[in-house]
Structure formats: structure tokens, C-alpha cells
């Protein structure tokens, strides 16, 4: 079993920034996919950033793009996603989900892959 507990989100203006940090626990991930999915208020499930613990691949969804970044540090088994020039559309539930493997096909990108979840942690932008 793997445990993720995010955390980083709050309110903030729009262009500002947040960080956001998922801390991974149980099992070791050093072979799993990391991934991060928000979803907005009467609105489906969207892909936002994975990276591959193993080699470092990252991939992200074209709407944050030059904005998102995704990072980790093994040795705080924890992932990050740096968000800058934030938008009012970028309000939403941030989930961080584990899958054991790497991403290797982006169409693999899809929650339904992802195996652990964390409770989620609220991102607001204001206008």
C-alpha cells in the first residue's frame, strides 16, 4: 500500500503562485509513476502533470504548459508541482495519484491508471 497526503493549496490572486507537495509513504514508489489531477466544480477528472520516479520523465497537460512544473526528491519520497502565472480556470481540487511503473505512452495519462489517491487539497484563484 501506498499512502499520499497533499498539501500547499489555499487561496491566491491570479498570476501568483502556489506549491504544491504530495509526501508518498508505505511502500517504496522508486519504480512508480506520480501524477497530478485536479477537478473543478461540475467538471470531469483532469490530467495535469506525471512524472517517472525512475529516469525523471515528466509530462504535462498542454493548459499548464510554461506555467506547471513538476519535480521530486527521493529522499523526502515527496513530489512537487511549482504553479506560476495561476488563472482563475486553474481553481479546482488537486489530487496526487501513484501507479506502480513509469508512463512510457501519454495515453496512459488517464486516472483510471492510477492506482493510490490522496484526499486532495483545494487551489482557488482569484480574479
Known amino acids: 500500500q501506498v499512502q499520499l497526503v497533499e498539501s500547499g493549496g489555499g487561496l491566491v490572486q491570479a498570476g501568483g503562485s502556489l506549491r504544491l507537495s504530495c509526501a508518498a509513504s508505505?511502500?517504496?514508489?522508486?519504480?512508480?509513476?506520480v501524477a497530478w489531477f485536479r477537478q473543478a466544480p461540475g467538471k470531469e477528472r483532469e490530467f495535469v502533470s506525471a512524472i517517472n520516479w525512475s529516469g525523471g520523465r515528466t509530462f504535462d497537460a498542454d493548459s499548464v504548459k510554461g506555467r506547471f512544473t513538476i519535480s521530486k526528491d527521493s529522499a523526502k519520497n515527496t513530489v512537487f508541482l511549482q504553479m506560476n502565472s495561476l488563472k482563475p480556470e486553474d481553481t479546482a481540487v488537486y489530487y496526487c495519484a501513484a501507479k506502480p511503473g513509469p508512463i512510457v505512452n501519454p495515453t496512459a495519462l488517464r486516472g483510471s491508471n492510477y492506482e493510490y489517491w490522496g484526499q486532495g487539497t483545494q487551489v482557488t484563484v482569484s480574479s
Open positions: 508505505g511502500r517504496t514508489i522508486s519504480s512508480y509513476s
